[in-house]
């Protein structure tokens, strides 16, 4: 069955009204206001951050589906790329179909709303990456990846709005939470240790290691347990299992066969006066020089993609991402969205380092496309 265009699928009053909000500005919002904020949850903050939402969401998925119809190379033709612009467009029309919110009961009303567009959208990676697959499939193989950059930049705008719309989603919705767990302001935990996060990122690695290889390398972590800093304790478990998974992989398969004491990948978490620092280094062999560029493409993986396989898109997760090639590209997104970043410098022939930096101040808005 061939695929509906926007005008047959949805009503033209309602791509009018996506084109309308899809001109307005978004307004970005820090780390340090969401967690001041939330940390007198009553209902009148509630309210506030319900209306606030109903507006500022409607405005950054009309955004997002807006540039969805417009991608180069047909890309947005794609079955995959068209699955996810019907997700756009239904959350859009629950958005604007939604009353203006005016009391609590309404409030609760709309939270239950945003959840279920949240849950909407849990496979919008591996279905835009899967789309992403059918365009390589089409395209000329005289096309280098280097001429792909307008999808490559389009793909880390798209991934970095949808942490941005998720985080918002998840941020009110666990404000409602009746018994929130000590020094957590909804999703921030103004508490969070980087080494106790690091240490269940690297073991939850470790053990897919053990799985797949039946051994797997130490991993040493240095650093105060006790240095606390406010930050998002998800975020920093998956850029931190990514960055562990990689390296064990390495240095697993480089010294299986090998008489030589296989060498622990190291952890250092330090503390600096702007930045918190995380180091992750390895001697799984390095990458060659002429390869570094591409370890942030989104286009490069020769990975399968588990939806491959899978006829039931719920089964992918976070953790079969990483395997198709957009665990170290999308782990950048999550450090740069509250002002950090993510940088491998390789040593071709011995290892390599990966530095994460995070900021402590915490008030850099977010980044929005």
């Not at 319900?50 to 947005?76: C, N």
């Amino acid at each position: 069955m061939a695929a509906k265009s926007l005008y047959e699928a949805f009503s033209k009053s309602l791509i009018d009204e996506l084109r309308r909000w899809g001109g307005m500005k978004p307004t970005g919002v820090s780390l340090r206001y969401m967690m001041e904020f939330g940390s007198k949850p009553t209902q009148k903050n509630l309210l506030i951050s319900a209306q606030f939402l109903h507006k500022e969401l409607a405005i950054r998925i009309a955004r997002r589906a807006i540039e969805l119809e417009s991608l180069p190379y047909g890309l947005s033709e794609k079955p995959a790329v068209l699955k996810v612009r019907d997700w756009y467009l239904d959350s859009f029309r629950d958005l604007r179909s939604f009353s203006e919110i005016k009391d609590t009961n309404h409030e609760l009303e709309f939270t239950q709303m945003i959840k279920m567009i949240k849950v909407r959208h849990n496979n919008v990676v591996p279905t835009m990456a899967l789309g992403v697959q059918q365009l390589k499939k089409s395209l000329d193989p005289k096309i280098g990846y280097g001429d792909l950059d307008e999808i490559q930049q389009f793909l880390d705008r798209f991934y970095m709005s949808r942490i941005g719309i998720r985080m918002l989603i998840g941020q009110h919705v666990a404000l409602h939470d009746p018994n929130p767990l000590p020094d957590c302001v909804g999703y921030i935990h103004t508490k969070m240790s980087p080494v106790d996060v690091a240490r269940t990122a690297s073991e939850d690695a470790r053990a897919i290691c053990l799985r797949e290889y039946g051994s797997a390398p130490d991993v040493n972590i240095y650093g105060d347990p006790n240095f606390t800093f406010p930050y998002v304790p998800t975020h920093l478990y998956l850029i931190v299992f990514e960055l562990v998974k990689n390296p064990l992989r390495a240095v697993q398969e480089r010294f299986m066969d090998s008489d030589k004491v296989t060498p622990p990948i190291r952890i250092i978490v330090a503390d600096g006066i702007e930045d918190v620092t995380i180091k992750v280094s390895d001697e799984g062999g390095g990458i060659p020089r002429s390869g570094l560029p591409k370890i942030f493409t989104y286009l490069y993986s020769t990975a399968k993609n588990p939806l491959d396989e899978q006829s039931d898109l719920r089964t992918a997760n976070m953790a079969t991402m990483a395997g198709y090639g957009y665990g170290l590209p999308i782990s950048r997104l999550y450090a740069r969205y509250f002002g950090g970043d993510l940088q491998i410098i390789s040593m071709e022939g011995y290892g390599t380092d990966a530095y994460l930096h995070l900021s402590r101040l915490g008030d850099s808005q977010e980044p929005l496309p």
